[in-house]
């Protein structure tokens, strides 16, 4: 049977991090990588593993890039501190680790769980993730705000589930909301992309999104969650495009736009 070699990358991490290794802990090898948490992520992470790596946060693949250079696996997996590996994936996964499996990479379904409670329709599930491939045949794709890692040809699918418990309050997702229009935005102006937004478009895309999440994708079957959760979206959408307005009536008005902020500025606000 092939080694695996599993990296988490953590900061502050001590309400997910326990369920998180508990799940992973028969693979060959765990490697957390954290950046500086201030409560129990370190304390609780010793007790599954002893390969440790502290390191300023700058950027998911850079610190992830590091767990997988201590790694001594032929293949390699990278799970969120949390996600959970569920029996099914857990199998999945050593099926392919003894066998004489000819692909490089796999795509993971994810079971995502919003304000405690599995959210099966409105496009949620099943959320794929590539996540487990040979550690001599990946690259990264780099992006602002969520960066990943890819192979050449097609990744296989497995049908095993990762549990990924997600935004937990209206307050976790206002928060993390604010966090992500900013870096997409920012990212946008840095690029040279398009800045101006007019009234048809911030009127209609919040509408357009509600309306696939909750018709379409029948976001409806999951009750007034899914509609909670589809009008959430359509904020989401609402406060990236009225962000960007902001950056061009800025600019017109030869007020200068606000710096843009980065992935590795919204981290390193967290730990304040």
């Not at 590996?85 to 999945?92: I, N, R, T």
């Not at 589930?161 to 935005?185: E, F, V």
């Not at 902001?246 to 967290?270: A, M, Q, S």
Request: hydrophobic residues 35%; contains cysteine.
């Amino acid at each position: 049977m092939e080694r695996l070699s599993v990296v988490v990358i953590t900061l502050n991490e001590e309400k997910n991090i326990e369920r998180c290794l508990r799940s992973i802990r028969w693979a060959d090898e765990i490697i957390v990588v954290d950046s500086f948490s201030r409560d129990r992520t370190l304390e609780l992470a010793r007790k599954y593993t002893d390969s440790i790596i502290e390191h300023e946060y700058d950027g998911d693949i850079p610190q992830r890039e590091r767990g997988f250079a201590m790694a001594t696996g032929k293949w390699l997996m990278y799970v969120d501190a949390d996600e959970e590996v569920s029996d099914g994936l857990k199998d999945d996964i050593l099926g392919i680790l003894s066998s004489r499996e000819t692909r490089d990479g796999y795509e993971i379904p994810r079971k995502v769980f919003m304000l405690g409670t599995w959210v099966k329709h409105g496009g949620w599930y099943p959320d794929y993730t590539f996540r487990l491939f040979r550690r001599d045949r990946y690259r990264s794709v780099p992006a602002e705000v969520h960066g990943g890692f890819t192979v050449d040809g097609a990744p296989g699918r497995l049908s095993g589930l990762l549990h990924h418990y997600t935004y937990d309050s209206i307050a976790h997702y206002l928060s993390k909301m604010n966090d992500y229009t900013s870096l997409q935005i920012s990212a946008k102006i840095a690029g040279g992309g398009r800045r101006s937004v007019g009234a048809r478009r911030l009127i209609l895309s919040p509408l357009s999104h509600f309306l696939r999440k909750y018709i379409s994708q029948k976001g409806y079957r999951d009750g007034f969650r899914g509609f909670l959760l589809a009008a959430l979206g359509s904020i989401y959408t609402l406060a990236l495009y009225a962000k960007l307005w902001e950056y061009d009536f800025r600019d017109r008005e030869g007020k200068g736009l606000k710096p843009p902020i980065t992935n590795l500025e919204v981290r390193r606000l967290k730990r304040l």
